[in-house]
């Protein structure tokens, strides 16, 4: 009889135990209920520790805060009108370029001297006006090298009026030209007129350039057109052929053959007043 009742005790015992434990698995259950997580995979811890992998909404969020912080910052330059470069100048101060050869010096009597100064005003470049051999657009961009190895550029030019010469030795008319040009180049020159003369040194001797210019004690820059390139980007097909271009690098007048020293003097007036 007492081991009957031992038996009944310890089966209660099971019984409450499973009891307890039941019911400390639906309290758990319960409170998992009313905080319930979700188990993203994107948003589940990837590898252990603190590193979380960010949901794509989250990501999506922070790219657009950072885009829209970086725009803040730096506005997009090509917003607004599409033709916003149109009218767009740039400021262009030249420096001295040219010194007379101090061969040709001693030849001439003339002592070296720096042929471009300081402009008075600095240039404003059109670059919405097409760089065309043509009045009313820029003058075509160049690099040409003197007779001493130094280089010119068109953008030297800037800030100055100058008058440029297309020219050969065997042209009688460019050789009266570069007299009348070397006899009042110092009067203009002083005004801010600068004057270059380029070389057809395709079509032309180099030693008979060199006696020429000693010959005529030119102090001004002589060209070499090595490759025709001036030739090609200014169309220029005669001898002698002069451009005038303002101080901004704009063609104002091409003129074809030769020039008396009145024209000259009455186009270079006009170009210095800006009349031309």
Request: glycine share 6%.
């Amino acid at each position: 009889m007492r081991n009957k009742k031992n038996i009944f005790f310890q089966f209660m015992g099971i019984i409450l135990v499973i009891i307890l434990l039941a019911a400390c698995n639906t309290e758990e259950v319960s409170t998992n209920q009313e905080n319930p997580v979700v188990k993203n995979p994107v948003d589940y811890q990837t590898e252990g520790g603190d590193v979380f992998q960010k949901s794509n909404q989250s990501a999506l969020k922070e790219l657009n805060n950072e885009l829209a912080k970086d725009n803040s910052n730096n506005p997009d330059e090509n917003s607004g009108d599409e033709n916003s470069l149109s009218g767009f100048t740039i400021e262009a101060t030249p420096t001295p370029v040219f010194v007379q050869p101090a061969e040709i010096a001693q030849q001439t009597g003339l002592e070296p001297t720096p042929v471009y100064a300081e402009p008075t005003i600095a240039a404003q470049i059109d670059l919405s006006l097409p760089a065309e051999p043509r009045v009313g657009f820029r003058a075509p961009e160049f690099t040409l090298q003197t007779l001493d190895g130094n280089s010119i550029q068109t953008s030297g030019l800037y800030g100055h009026p100058v008058v440029i010469s297309y020219w050969a030795t065997w042209c009688d008319p460019c050789i009266n030209e570069l007299n009348i040009l070397s006899r009042i180049s110092p009067e203009y020159q002083a005004r801010g007129l600068q004057i270059i003369t380029i070389n057809a040194i395709e079509q032309d001797d180099l030693n008979t350039v060199q006696q020429t210019i000693a010959e005529k004690g030119i102090n001004f820059p002589v060209l070499l057109d090595n490759g025709e390139q001036f030739a090609s980007s200014y169309q220029a097909m005669f001898f002698p052929t002069t451009y005038y271009v303002d101080q901004n690098g704009v063609i104002r007048e091409i003129i074809l053959g030769d020039t008396s020293e009145e024209e000259f003097r009455q186009k270079i007036e006009m170009l210095l007043s800006g009349t031309l």
